[in-house]
Nanobody, 122 residues
Framework: QVQLVESGGGLVQAGGSLRLSCAAS????????MGWYRQAPGKQRELVAD???????NYLDSVKGRFTISRDNAKNTVYLQMNSLKPEDTAVYYC????????????????WGQGTQVTVSS
């Protein structure tokens, strides 16, 4: 069993900062990419940022220069530092990871966290 547990969401005023954390645990052989998605009410889920095991990163255009994704591979944890938050960043943020669990075949699967609410007030 593999689990992703998120923390760090909350309510913040525009211009403020939050840091999200997501720790993967369980029977993990290897973690490939880890990242963050978000979904605002009435909108589709979108990729905010991800980071490969090799260190390559991708960011949603609207968060470039404000958000930073990082990983602590020793702790199987990914972080999202969010600065200069805007009301339009309000959403449920989901951690996602492509993980190879121990087991026959060693195939990668996609796993999701439970989501954490980020609300930015104007």
């Amino acid at each position: 069993q593999v689990q992703l547990v998120e923390s760090g969401g909350g309510l913040v005023q525009a211009g403020g900062s939050l840091r999200l954390s997501c720790a993967a645990s369980g029977s993990i052989f290897k973690i490939n990419a880890m990242g963050w998605y978000r979904q605002a009410p009435g909108k589709q889920r979108e990729l905010v940022a991800d980071k490969s095991s090799g260190g390559n990163t991708n960011y949603l255009d609207s968060v470039k220069g404000r958000f930073t994704i990082s990983r602590d591979n020793a702790k199987n944890t990914v972080y999202l530092q969010m600065n200069s938050l805007k009301p339009e960043d309000t959403a449920v943020y989901y951690c996602a990871a492509r993980i190879v669990p121990y087991g026959l075949g060693l195939h990668a699967n996609d796993y999701w966290g439970q989501g954490t609410q980020v609300t930015v007030s104007s």
